[in-house]
C-alpha cells in the first residue's frame, strides 16, 4: 500500500512490539481474572440484538 491509501483507509494500522510474545498464553493477574469469572457467572454476559 502507498501512503495516500493508508491515509484515506478507515482502518487504524498497528504494529505490536514483538517483545509481547512471551506473554501469550500465561496468566498475568490471576486474582483479577478469578474475580472477573466471579462476577460474570453471577450477572451473565448482557444480551446483545442481532440485526438481519
Known sequence: MTID???Q???????FDKKLEEFK????F???LKKANE???KA???????KK
Open 5 to 7: 491509501q493508508l491515509n
Open 9 to 15: 483507509s478507515k482502518v487504524p494500522i498497528i504494529v
Open 25 to 28: 498464553g500465561k496468566v498475568l
Open 30 to 32: 490471576p486474582e483479577k
Open 39 to 41: 462476577i460474570l457467572a
Open 44 to 50: 451473565g454476559l448482557p444480551k446483545v440484538e442481532i
